[in-house]
């Protein structure tokens, strides 16, 4: 029996394509009974996520039927036409304007790539069936470890996608389509993601501005509870830094904006209140906060308007993300005591040496996971040794019982 | 092993207060990313030892080991010490161990020099548990002194590599600022209120014939101690001085105390009759 995979990523694929072979969670039990029906493989599991559609198979067909045969189920499911092997059949030929409606991306999927970054033909992206990749032991073993681990991921390390992996075999399993191999299988790669999550870097710390501005409240104040923030200018990169704090406990937001409506909606949204932009100085002696990304073109803060403003705050530390270019605030602020000011520059320093320590840790983990998949590999050679009768063997006790004869 | 004294058992645990700088030094070139277990059970085993030599003078006493110089040191050292175990419970502030254990070297090599433990003479004649009790909580404030000046070191450290965007002061394990900050307050709190016991209990002990109280310097010293102390508090509670401003206040007067400890004791015909 040997563990296949086979798949789309964010590696290989643009995701206008990607979203046509995402699986809607509701339809993965159909289709995973479906593959084993077909008697392509007697265990699977399917993983749909933003970034890569795989199938994970325990199969008795060599690799390369069976990787034609998933192929052809991958195809077929979606409704993707061309990209089958010339050999074999795939079933009805589909020309590009196929008669078959292509297959929508499943409701709630959200793509994470900005559109327009691969190539679109007539509004479809063109499948050559490159896009798939198929891996077989050890190699797919390795590959599983490696998407456990993060490392397979658009953001080196990052840890939701385990959680995704770990849905995705719990869902096959609880419908039956997993059996021992893939249950060794995918628990193994659960515990190598927790053993280097543990003993190595490779998850440490933040790589996006938005949580390394987290990161460096959590340094500052004992608790993020009861914290107020306040956020000027409604930009993109001040929303996601705001929802991140509200996320670890924040207390409040206040949105200050030019336009007022502006601030109202994205007060809404995160569930805190607008101010009008001229009176947000006056809500500063209770803020701990401040994101700040505004289209001015001066500073809107500078030393002589804080000093005043600090001997208000009781030695209360202040924290100043200032994400706007030109900045908003007056790098002179820093020198304020219990005043802490971040520019984009400084935020992208801190994740940028977050990414390079991640990047050093990589060789370890590969080093790691290669252990891990031959002790894996070595179990599952010493069970297929085992003699009928129950007594268990090893290739080389057997040539040694053949040289004692 | 009659040859092994007290005095042999603090030794060893001052080797192991010194291996413990020395592998702070390695955790602060990590940028306090390594988590600091080992430096904690290297205290804790220092601690053990400690102990040992304590009671070992205790028992061949009869009675609280805090009858001089040395006996004072090895005390206060042994409360900043017990005071980390305890805090260092925590995970988050673990990290103080690293930061007392060079202050728990200095203090250990000083009290190890012979001039600071004389042999001991006729014992006065007045009860030992008041004597106790104001030796023993006297010491045991200076110990929360010491790890309030700890605590302040790390809250200047946090609070720099924060201010000069290090990117240790993300990386490190270090607990946040305000918390540091927190702490020091409580431990040099809690450090006035055992000084002030310790005090008034020392204010009722028996003197020795025309030695005056009030004109004793060890008795000076400490009440200027004291009002230093309760200066910084009563400032603090007022958040006059700024939260650096308080930090080096508090190493400061630390320090004073440390560099002038055994001077104004030496001095004293109270406590060096």
């Known amino acids: ?405 | 092993m009659a040859w092994f004294t007290d005095r042999h058992c603090f030794l060893l645990a001052v080797v192991l207060y010194g291996l413990s700088a020395i592998y702070s030094v390695f955790l602060w070139r990590m940028g306090f990313r390594k988590d600091d277990h080992v430096n904690y059970f290297l205290l804790l085993a220092a601690f053990a030892l400690h102990t040992v030599a304590m009671f070992k003078r205790g028992f061949s006493l009869n009675q609280c080991p805090v009858n001089n110089l040395y006996e004072a040191t090895t005390f206060v050292a042994w409360t900043i010490v017990a005071a980390f175990l305890v805090i260092g419970l925590l995970p988050q502030l673990r990290f103080l161990g690293a930061f007392a254990s060079p202050v728990l070297l200095a203090i250990g090599v000083f009290a190890l020099m012979p001039a600071l433990d004389p042999p001991h003479g006729p014992q006065p004649e007045f009860s030992g548990a008041l004597r106790s009790l104001h030796a023993a909580t006297s010491l045991l404030a200076y110990g929360a002194f010491g790890l309030g000046a700890v605590a302040a070191g790390m809250f200047l450290t946090q609070q720099h590599d924060l201010k000069f965007h290090k990117l240790r002061a993300v990386l490190s394990l270090l607990p946040p600022i305000q918390r540091l900050e927190t702490i020091t307050g409580w431990l040099v709190l809690a450090g006035f209120i055992l000084f002030t016991i310790g005090l008034e209990a020392g204010r009722y002990l028996p003197r020795p014939e025309n030695a005056g109280y009030w004109q004793d310097p060890k008795v000076v010293w400490s009440i200027f101690m004291w009002v230093v102390y309760l200066a910084l508090l009563a400032l603090r509670w007022m958040r006059v001085p700024s939260n650096r401003g308080f930090a080096l206040s508090i190493i400061g007067a630390f320090m004073f105390l440390l560099l002038t400890f055994w001077g104004t004791n030496l001095l004293s015909p109270l406590h060096h009759p």
């Open chain 1, 1 to 405: 029996m040997n563990l296949v995979v086979i798949g789309l990523s964010h590696h290989s694929s643009p995701v206008e394509l990607r979203e046509r072979f995402a699986f809607a969670v509701a339809k993965i039990p159909d289709a995973l009974k479906s593959l084993r029906e077909s008697g392509v493989a007697s265990e699977a599991v399917i993983l749909s996520t933003c970034n890569r559609v795989e199938i994970y198979a325990a199969t008795a067909l060599e690799p390369a039927s069976a990787f034609a045969e998933l192929k052809r189920f991958l195809v077929r499911r979606s409704g993707v036409a061309g990209g089958c092997d010339s050999v074999l059949d795939c079933g009805s030929p589909l020309p590009l304007s196929s008669a078959v409606p292509a297959a929508k991306a499943p409701e709630g999927w959200r793509s994470s790539e900005p559109r327009g970054s691969s190539q679109v033909h007539g509004g479809n992206a063109e499948f050559s069936g490159d896009e798939v990749y198929s891996l077989a032991e050890p190699q797919s073993l390795h590959h599983l470890f490696k998407v456990a681990c993060g490392l397979d991921s658009m953001v080196l390390g990052e840890t939701e996608i385990l959680g995704q992996l770990k849905e995705a075999y719990a869902l096959a399993h609880r419908h039956g389509h997993t059996g021992a191999r893939l249950n060794k299988a995918f628990q193994r790669a659960f515990n190598v993601a927790k053993h280097i999550r543990t003993e190595t870097n490779i998850q440490r710390g933040s790589v996006s501005v938005a949580s390394v501005a987290v990161e460096l409240a959590e340094k500052i104040f004992s608790s993020l509870q009861d914290r107020e923030v306040m956020v000027i200018g409604a930009g993109d990169t001040s929303e996601k830094t705001a929802r991140a704090l509200l996320s670890r406990g924040a207390h409040s937001i206040i949105v200050a904006n030019r336009s007022y409506d502006r601030a109202v909606t994205l007060a809404k949204e995160l569930g805190g209140r607008a101010v009008p932009f001229g009176d947000w100085i006056a809500e500063f002696q209770k803020i701990d906060v401040v994101i700040s990304s505004t289209a001015a073109p001066h500073h809107i803060l500078d030393r002589t308007k804080l000093e005043p403003l600090m001997k208000l705050r009781r030695h209360r530390p202040l924290l100043l993300v200032d994400i706007a270019v030109p900045r908003d605030v007056d790098p002179e602020v820093n020198f304020l005591e219990n005043v802490y000011l971040y520019n984009i520059d400084d935020l992208q320093a801190i994740a940028d040496d977050y990414l390079r320590l991640r990047k050093e840790e990589i060789a370890r983990c590969e080093a790691i996971i290669a252990e891990k998949v031959k002790a894996l590999l070595h179990k599952h050679e010493n069970r297929r040794w085992k003699m009928e009768d129950g007594t268990s063997t090893s290739p080389s006790s057997i040539l040694d019982s053949a040289s004692s004869l």
